[in-house]
């Protein structure tokens, strides 16, 4: 059983999808990954929710959770999230909210074997989470489209 986690920039465009269709696949089937933990901001955590559905109908041993940095504070918001299979991860309830999406971020990448990203340029989150990955020398996938 290996775990795999993502980082990728919020305004990932939708072309890639095939991709990442044919590498999650590839994860599941070559490599024994079965848990997916996903983050909930931005464009590219939304592509990939949306392949493990997918993929979770031909592969039913697959498990993905998405990866809450915080609780919902208001009931409206609680009320329009599915949180079926989220996890909100022990100790986060003592960071502070400016600081709890990199905590959260850097706790995925302890979990995991392998970090899937799309990155296409060198600032921002999901770049600084790509290289934190590879210092702790995890198996990094860069999808490129």
Same mark, same amino acid.
């Given at each position: 059983?290996?775990?795999?986690?993502?980082?990728?920039?919020?305004?990932?465009?939708?072309?890639?999808?095939?991709?990442?269709?044919?590498?999650?696949?590839?994860?599941?089937?070559?490599?024994?990954?079965?848990?997916?933990?996903?983050?909930?901001?931005?464009?590219?955590?939304?592509?990939?929710?949306? &392949?493990?559905?997918?993929?979770?109908?031909?592969?039913?041993?697959?498990?993905?959770?998405?990866? +809450? %940095?915080?609780?919902? !504070? =208001?009931?409206?918001?609680?009320?329009?999230?599915?949180?079926?299979?989220?996890?909100?991860?022990?100790?986060?309830?003592?960071?502070?909210?400016?600081?709890?999406?990199?905590?959260?971020?850097?706790?995925?990448?302890?979990?995991?074997?392998? &970090?899937?990203?799309?990155?296409?340029?060198?600032?921002?989150?999901?770049?600084?989470?790509?290289? +934190? %990955?590879?210092?702790? !020398? =995890?198996?990094?996938?860069?999808?490129?489209?």
């Amino acid at each position: 059983m290996s775990i795999c986690t993502f980082f990728g920039h919020k305004d990932c465009p939708d072309s890639v999808l095939p991709k990442l269709m044919v590498l999650l696949e590839d994860l599941i089937l070559n490599h024994c990954v079965n848990q997916f933990l996903v983050g909930n901001q931005g464009n590219f955590d939304f592509y990939v929710h949306t &392949v493990l559905e997918k993929l979770s109908k031909a592969y039913p041993h697959i498990n993905c959770s998405v990866v +809450l %940095a915080y609780m919902p !504070q =208001k009931q409206k918001e609680f009320e329009s999230t599915n949180y079926f299979n989220t996890i909100l991860p022990e100790g986060i309830e003592n960071i502070p909210p400016r600081v709890a999406i990199s905590w959260r971020n850097k706790w995925m990448i302890i979990q995991a074997e392998y &970090v899937v990203t799309y990155i296409n340029r060198s600032f921002g989150g999901a770049a600084q989470f790509a290289l +934190l %990955a590879k210092r702790k !020398q =995890k198996i990094c996938i860069n999808i490129e489209v």
